[in-house]
């Protein structure tokens, strides 16, 4: 299955997740008295989200300035390979949140946005969870120079999503990120 063309009862399944993204939540409290949301679409296999060939997938936990909890189903690129890959060629994320790079140690590299045919928003995440910086990244024209986007500082997992999305995943100053992996 190709990751950009999904059948159609999969962008039907996907279109009624967003709906329900939009309007419905449970709420519940953790030891820190915070409220927690459970997002509809943070069981990956239960809503029918494939994980395309050479990706991986797992649930981004976005913990926001007020304490507010919020899961979502990302894709995970935890090798070389994905990591080089990406979203390239991607023009929907079809229901995923975006796509969580993850790096073994620390590292500065730079992104860019070869290929890529969506604007994207790439956070730089510290190995506590912190944001280190945000991008705003832009597609760059066939056979024209991409421009690298550099973190703010080192990081061990980059987080790319739709630019404009980073308020819905409640991404912003004071958040912080883990991401837990799905093991098939």
Do not use: H
Not at 27 to 32: E, L, Q, R
Not at 63 to 75: H, I, K, M
Not at 81 to 102: H, K, Y
């Amino acid at each position: 299955m190709s990751f950009v063309r999904l059948p159609k009862r999969f962008a039907a399944v996907l279109l009624a997740t967003a709906v329900l993204a939009g309007a419905c939540s449970a709420g519940g409290g953790d030891s820190a008295g915070s409220a927690e949301t459970e997002t509809p679409d943070a069981e990956v296999g239960a809503i029918g989200l494939e994980v395309p060939e050479g990706f991986g997938s797992g649930t981004l936990t976005v913990r926001d300035s007020s304490g507010e909890t919020l899961r979502w189903p990302v894709l995970v690129a935890a090798d070389r390979e994905s990591r080089r890959r990406g979203l390239m060629g991607v023009t929907d994320l079809g229901g995923w949140a975006g796509m969580a790079f993850v790096f073994d140690t620390d590292v500065t590299n730079s992104f860019w946005m070869k290929d890529t045919l969506i604007p994207l928003t790439v956070v730089y995440v510290n190995g506590d969870g912190a944001v280190v910086s945000t991008s705003d990244m832009e597609p760059c024209a066939p056979g024209t120079a991409c421009p690298a986007y550099a973190p703010g500082g080192p990081y061990r997992m980059a987080f790319e999503a739709v630019q404009g999305d980073l308020d819905r995943l409640g991404i912003g100053t004071g958040a912080i990120l883990s991401l837990e992996t799905t093991t098939d």
